[in-house]
């Protein structure tokens, strides 16, 4: 453990948070200790000198078992994920602000506007105080940048080799201001497939900086917010029917699952399916495919074809879907699966990969 | 961690989950792999075979990113808790009846009605899935107790050696249907103090399991529910200033983290706490005090001296709240520390444990 932790250490360093100023009072030159999870002193230290200075909030301030919210009147949406990424710090991102993106994402697919957030942390004994608040600092800046608030949160310290440094867990409260169903069972035939850009930035950069490869160009992960542009698209009347973002299990995984859910057959163009020539150099030399490499700041989003056109020029006033383009239809056939139409003009199936392409990637 | 997987799944066949018909189809023979967390196959067969047959709600059956919930126009209420316990099984309950249990509980002690939650699961590779499916039908079974609905979740899969088998986390969303603001800074000099009923038990009992202590009776968590005779207080009208439950830290630390936040002086009767024999004798071998000791269904209610009486019998119609007793009240002295009044009628400041009193315990 002592290793990794130096490992991150320096990750930290070698990748620093910009823009985070970072009133911590706490000495940062310490680790975490058993007793920081006991409850007691130290965790209330903890939460005193490191949490509440950086995520500020009302909720947080009222320092109470959980956090009043006012919501407009609207459906609620709700979400969690758990993140267990390795390293703590890769070109692009840390945990902490894929920890706050990630689940701000979630919200963004269910065509909801993120409103706020909860913070869980798994801590190792051990674990540097430096890393740590360097984490904190990391999701209170993309907090900021989505627009939410980390309202309520919990600590907990687990034995030395029962953890990995930092795991981070959010929920996140938004509210659908539309009356759209965006679900799978909304797709029909005819319909055209957006992706957002291009596909396996986050998955090669954190398995390039874990294994120490090098490349010419640096690749950095695309970990970022994706909601704005689809509460653009919602905000201009564009009929979405189905949002997913391309998480584990990249942009196979989640068009199959679409295919699945819905029971329709979804065809893509694989040389319509933007790949940057770094990532596809890096996936040429790993052996991987990257229409399984994981993305952080990528989705799916399937409409009505005569409104394809429209959302694309929404989304391309976006930095982060500037790339967008329409890479294949709904058919009508019901095979519930998904058809890629390669560069040569053949068709395969794809399916689901059985074992792991990259572990602990989110 | 081999051993420590033969371990609880010795204790979950000690400690049977009854009532519990557990439609899983996965074979419970096997155990979790890294692939299990990677998005593909796997994970898809650990979603479809164990997670949605049992829990079973319309939003987690849309097999989307997030839940979309109706709730009743009110304040919300939001909260978070991982849960790290070891042993995962121990006499009294598990580590997913306490992930249930200890959020809603949370949600109560905002006044609010739980109705929601979310769980993140953290595997370790090598987790038998026997083990994963035993804490899922926990979870539901005290979620159905609860009358609240899981409704969203997430899985991620860390390498052997870097968890310890399955850490939980649950996020809840609760709604408050009265006027009260219910928080430290609400409480007034006068006020009673009221202990739901005896300390020290999710302590102990964890506690004794941990080291194979043996006593003569055995001793119970008080891991329960106590959301019904909250939300029964409020129903009835009494105007409830601060709640809040019992859990690390024990009732030494609410009373400590309520005076500070008040800055009032809170005035405890140490004869008045009910603690039972078994608890004080075990406490006694094991060199603990029963006030810092830690509960998973008490919790403190602080109310006006008038209403204690009226509050007192509607506690103890439930089951749960059924020894409940006033122990003390809140001074006017502006100091924000907590006087323990011991029974040979000295007065001592009660201080919060500085390190850890029992490691791991929620």
Redesign the interface.
């Known amino acids: 453990m002592g290793n990794d932790h130096e490992a991150t250490s320096a990750d930290a360093r070698e990748h620093p948070i910009e823009g985070v100023s970072c009133p911590v009072s706490i000495p940062t030159n310490t680790t975490i200790?058993?007793?920081h999870?006991?409850?007691?002193?130290?965790?209330?230290q903890l939460i005193e000198q490191l949490f509440l200075p950086v995520f500020s909030t009302p909720q947080l301030n009222?320092?109470?078992?959980?956090?009043?919210?006012?919501?407009p009147?609207a459906?609620?949406?709700?979400?969690?994920?758990?993140?267990?990424v390795r390293p703590i710090f890769f070109p692009g991102g840390d945990i902490g602000k894929l920890a706050v993106c990630g689940t701000v994402?979630?919200?963004a697919?269910?065509g909801?506007r993120p409103l706020?957030l909860?913070?869980?942390?798994?801590l190792e004994e051990g674990l540097s105080m430096d890393t740590l608040a360097r984490v904190v600092a990391s999701m209170q800046n993309a907090a900021r940048e989505c627009q939410v608030s980390i309202?309520?949160?919990?600590t907990?310290?687990?034995?030395r080799?029962?953890?990995?440094g930092v795991?981070v867990?959010t929920?996140?409260?938004?509210v659908?201001e539309h009356d759209l169903t965006i679900?799978?069972?909304s797709i029909r035939p005819g319909d055209a497939i957006l992706v957002s850009g291009d596909i396996g930035r986050h998955g090669i950069a954190v398995m390039a900086h874990r294994e120490g490869l090098e490349f010419e160009t640096a690749i950095e992960s695309d970990c970022a917010p994706i909601a704005a542009p689809v509460l653009d698209l919602l905000r201009e009347g564009i009929p979405v029917h189905c949002l997913?973002?391309l998480?584990?299990?990249?942009l196979a995984?989640a068009l199959i699952?679409i295919a699945e859910?819905a029971g329709y057959t979804l065809v893509v163009d694989e040389g319509a399916i933007p790949v940057s020539e770094e990532v596809a150099g890096a996936c040429e030399i790993l052996g991987f495919d990257p229409l399984?490499v994981?993305n952080e700041g990528r989705f799916l989003c399937i409409l009505p074809q005569q409104d394809a056109d429209a959302a694309l020029s929404i989304l391309r006033k976006h930095a982060v879907t500037a790339h967008a383009v329409c890479v294949g239809h709904v058919s009508d056939a019901r095979e519930g699966v998904v058809i890629l139409r390669t560069s040569i003009g053949a068709s395969r199936v794809l399916?689901?990969?059985?074992?792991?392409?990259?572990?602990?990637i989110?």
Chains 1, 2 share one sequence.
């Open positions: 200790l058993m007793g999870g006991g409850g007691g002193r130290l965790t209330h009222a320092r109470h078992d959980g956090a009043l919210l006012s919501l009147p459906r609620v949406a709700f979400t969690t994920d758990s993140y267990v994402n979630d919200l697919m269910c909801a706020y909860s913070a869980g942390f798994i309202v309520t949160g919990d907990k310290v687990v034995d080799g029962r953890g990995d795991y867990n929920a996140g409260v938004g659908v679900a799978p069972a997913r973002d998480t584990r299990g990249g995984g699952e859910a399984y994981a399916d689901l990969f059985s074992g792991e392409q990259l572990p602990r989110c």
